[in-house]
Structures are given as C-alpha cells and as structure tokens.
C-alpha cells in the first residue's frame, strides 16, 4: 500500500518485534495469516522493521565456509549460461582465446619492425617463449650472431621486409649518418630513391672511417 499510512495494533506490533528475525518472505507471510492483513506487503513490514531499528541478526554477506544456496543446481534449458547467447560465446573444448601468442607468432613493434615468438626461455620473466626481431632472427640463422658494434640496416628501406638478403651488416656508428636531416645535409636513406641508397650508404660508410681514423689520431697524440 503506497501513500497510506499503515496502522498496526498492540498485538501485531508485538508480534512483529518478536519475530523480526523471519526472512521477509515468511515475516510477511505468516503475519498476513495470522492477523488477517491482506493491505501490508512485505515490503511494508521490510520498511517497518528499517524503522523500527529492528535488526534481522543476517549481515547479508557470505561467512567464510559458507555453501551456496544455488551451488551444484544447474540452470534452467534456455536460462543464464545455457541460454542460446551464453552459449555462442562459451569456449568449445579445444578453443584458443584470440589473444593467444603460439609459438611463431609475428607481431609489428612500435619501431615498425617484424617480431617473432621463438622457443627460446624470457630472460627476464622466465616464459618459455620470447619475442625477438624477427630480421635479426632469420639473419642470424645464415650468417651467425651479429659481432659487437655491429648493426643490421634494411637495404630497400622497408623494416618489414625481414629476408635475410634485404639486411645489410654495417658498423653501430654508421647507422645514424643515414637519418639525413639538415644538419647532415644529406638525404635520409630510407626515403631516398633506389638508385641513390648504395651513394648514401658509400657516403656513410666513409664518413664514420674518416672519423674513426681522425679519433684515433688523436688519441695517438
């Protein structure tokens, strides 16, 4: 009954403080055949008992060890998890989420180079597989492990392309003679036209000698 005020008498008051601690369900139940009271729902008698400060002795939470009232009973055909849209989405035995990294699985780095997921244990979270540049991967599997100071650099310019012919071993220092920028004056290799890269690359290559020779020189002196 809403917008009516409620009365109850003595007894029902008496009553209901008594039994308080009743689920609502029952609360209601008992005291609508008990004293006749079709006009109170059991909504009434829960804001009744709210303000009346009576409490129930149930906290609503689970206790520790606790069962669920529902636990081992299945749903119902064509409710909750064995509804028809709950199913489309349920794993199928054998299913692989859609994140999941197999083994030989390529990914693009935010650089733009190729990486590769190799059998190889994580170093530093101890995985059993690893991602490493997948250019220098296959490179090294022809020519070896690439020498200290040493570097590999695309030939055609394209970091995706990871055939081991496509890469160019050329010494660390090298490599930032081929950024261009007005500074160098010279043009960035890997925007330069075809025809232009192995002149950039000559160019590179005989400026880091020169300083080479000129830092040697002077620390002979």
């Not at 403080?17 to 689920?23: C, D, Q």
């Not at 990871?162 to 890469?167: G, V």
Request: aromatic share 8%; with cysteine.
């Amino acid at each position: 009954m809403k917008g009516k005020w409620i009365s109850y008498s003595a007894a029902e008051m008496e009553w209901l403080e008594a039994n308080r601690t009743l689920p609502i369900g029952d609360y209601h139940r008992v005291f609508s055949s008990t004293f006749q009271r079709d006009d109170v729902s059991a909504v009434n008698l829960h804001a009744l008992r709210k303000r009346k400060g009576w409490k129930t002795g149930r906290t609503g939470c689970f206790v520790k060890g606790q069962v669920p009232v529902n636990k081992g009973v299945p749903c119902e055909p064509g409710k909750g998890g064995r509804h028809p849209n709950a199913r489309r989405t349920q794993f199928k035995a054998g299913g692989l989420p859609h994140n999941t990294k197999f083994l030989g699985h390529e990914r693009v780095s935010k650089d733009g180079y190729v990486e590769i997921s190799i059998d190889e244990q994580n170093p530093h979270t101890g995985y059993e597989r690893r991602y490493v540049l997948k250019h220098v991967y296959l490179w090294e599997q022809v020519n070896g492990p690439i020498p200290d100071g040493m570097c590999l650099k695309s030939v055609d310019g394209n970091r995706l392309n990871t055939d081991p012919a496509n890469w160019l071993l050329i010494p660390r220092g090298v490599l930032p003679r081929l950024n261009g920028g007005r500074a160098t004056r010279v043009m960035a290799y890997d925007t330069a036209p075809d025809e232009l890269k192995p002149v950039l690359m000559t160019i590179a290559r005989v400026d880091h000698k020169a300083s080479e020779l000129r830092r040697g020189k002077q620390e002979g002196k």
